[in-house]
């Protein structure tokens, strides 16, 4: 059997010292997670951020740089994902929207209120990615390569 990581993408979004955070319900607890889900057959990497900040947070993300690029091994199922996070603006939010199944609400929280409830979080690497943000970590979009 070949091992095969989860492939995922998260959007970094901050205003005024907050982040936009989802609050979804996983296995019957509520989490904190960024706007984030797992990479679709045939979609970019940038796409995917889009697509999955939309569903998730009825928002129109733009992505602008990379923020960084995590592997997690959860410690419980032995699961693993490999993030790429992106960090960028939302441009409008459609109030009207429907969010993504299992996706209770968006919130903006701070970077200080996001460490406070580290056991509300859906993994370790939603406070990576912030504090990677925080840091000024900064890639090139173009990085980012579809090979036809």
Not at 12 to 23: A, G, H, Q, S, Y
Not at 70 to 80: A, F, I, Q, R, V
Request: proline residues 5%; contains cysteine.
């Amino acid at each position: 059997m070949i091992w095969k990581p989860h492939a995922t993408v998260a959007a970094i979004i901050e205003r005024d010292n907050k982040f936009l955070m989802v609050e979804e319900l996983i296995d019957g607890e509520r989490l904190i997670n960024q706007p984030a889900g797992h990479l679709d057959p045939d979609e970019s990497l940038i796409d995917a951020a889009i697509r999955e900040t939309r569903e998730e947070s009825a928002r129109q993300f733009v992505p602008q740089a990379v923020t960084g690029i995590y592997l997690w091994k959860h410690p419980h199922n032995g699961e693993t994902f490999l993030r790429i996070a992106m960090c960028g603006d939302c441009k409008s939010h459609d109030a009207a929207q429907e969010l993504d199944a299992g996706i209770l609400r968006t919130v903006w929280k701070s970077r200080d209120e996001l460490a406070a409830g580290t056991d509300k979080l859906r993994s370790p690497m939603v406070l990576t990615c912030i504090d990677d943000y925080i840091a000024g970590k900064r890639y090139p979009l173009d990085i980012l390569i579809n090979v036809p």
